[in-house]
């Protein structure tokens, strides 16, 4: 009889250990097949926008500027010479600029946008350039300035006929080219099209790319914080959409 009670405990005790042996390997597959979260994961609440090319960027913070341009006659910026307007295109709005043929320094239209006080960020946008005369003062081109002060700016001068895309530094006393000879870049750019530009200025590293490839990127430090502005040569008709603009904490 004694021998029997043994019998049945003991084999009570193994489908305890064989159960409880299952019931691990259960939890084991089970933990491994649930989706695992990053920080910074699109999904979470607290991810970059998704307009934001990820791979292309350092972490950022909150967004300082959006303009999609939709709501017509809605411009956001200090508008300064020029034929400034806002169009609707198969429900997109986008800004356009036309330019005089006259247009030289100190005339060429622009539009101003952010905070003198603005120091590191991230800049976002479309532009299309849909008619140009090379031979026009810039003709062309698409300038972007940037950390904006008094006399004086960081811009990057893109040439949408040639591809052709340079990083100056100066004011009224002269420009000075800050990547010549180093990271001149021609790109396959092209009039008539639309082209992504990310422009990062996060202390003293500055980077640009256009449609993806990277075409400028340096270090300088002589300016530190100030607004950014669009600038279209002489004789040049373009058009702009999609500016975001984000803080770098």
């Known amino acids: 009889m004694r021998t029997t009670v043994r019998n049945v405990a003991l ?4 489908l305890a250990i064989v159960i409880a042996i299952a019931l691990f390997i259960m939890l084991i ?6 989706p695992t979260s990053t920080p910074n994961s699109p999904t979470e609440a607290n991810s970059t926008p998704s307009l934001m090319p990820l791979a292309l960027t350092p972490t950022v913070g909150p967004q300082l500027l959006h303009a999609d341009f939709e709501q017509s006659g809605a411009i956001i910026g200090r508008l300064y010479d020029g034929d400034w307007s806002t169009k609707v295109v198969d429900g997109n709005g986008l800004l356009v600029v036309s330019s005089a043929p006259n247009g030289g320094p100190g005339n060429l239209p622009s539009i101003d ?3 003198g006080a603005w120091t590191d960020y991230v800049t976002n946008f479309r532009f299309k350039v849909t008619e140009c005369n090379p031979t026009g003062f810039f003709g062309c081109m698409v300038i972007i300035t940037f950390r904006n002060e008094p006399e004086q700016a960081y811009v990057l001068e893109i040439n949408a006929k040639s591809g052709e895309v340079r990083l100056e530094f100066g ?6 080219a800050i990547n010549k000879g180093i990271t001149d870049r021609y790109l396959d750019l092209s009039q ?4 992504d530009v990310l422009l990062t200025a996060n202390r003293d590293v500055i980077s640009a790319s256009i449609d993806g490839k990277e075409a400028i990127a340096v270090t300088d ?6 607004a950014i502005a669009f600038i279209v040569g002489a004789s ?5 959409d999609d500016l975001n603009i ?3 904490p």
């Open 29 to 34: 597959n089970r933990s491994n097949q649930l």
């Open 236 to 240: 040049t008709t373009a058009e702009f």
């Open 246 to 248: 984000w803080s770098i």
């Open 192 to 195: 008539g099209t639309w082209h």
């Open 221 to 226: 430090d002589r300016l530190k914080s100030g």
């Open 11 to 14: 084999v009570i005790a193994i």
């Open 171 to 176: 004011g009224r006393g002269g420009w000075i």
């Open 113 to 115: 946008f952010g905070s």
